[in-house]
């Protein structure tokens, strides 16, 4: 609950955590570890490229906008 990349990475699921811990509420893993380490990398690649290329950042916000509403539309609406 307290970690600060929980909604990048979706959190732990709990068969991972389960296999790993032996409890689907302790969600402590290597897998967090790494899913936290990739999410650091992830943000700072985004400013990495925000500042030095705008136009690929630019690109690249108005994929992630479209493919969210796609994702959200099927989500939403079950499709």
Known sequence: QSCSYKFWCG???NFNAYCNNGS???KKSVF???QVHLCKL???LIEYIRGNDKTSYNFL???VEK???KLYKNDCLGV
Do not use: P
């Open 67 to 69: 493919q969210s509403k």
């Open 61 to 63: 916000v108005k994929y």
């Open 32 to 34: 967090c570890a790494l």
């Open 42 to 44: 992830a943000i700072d």
């Open 11 to 13: 959190g732990d699921c």
């Open 24 to 26: 689907m509420n302790e």
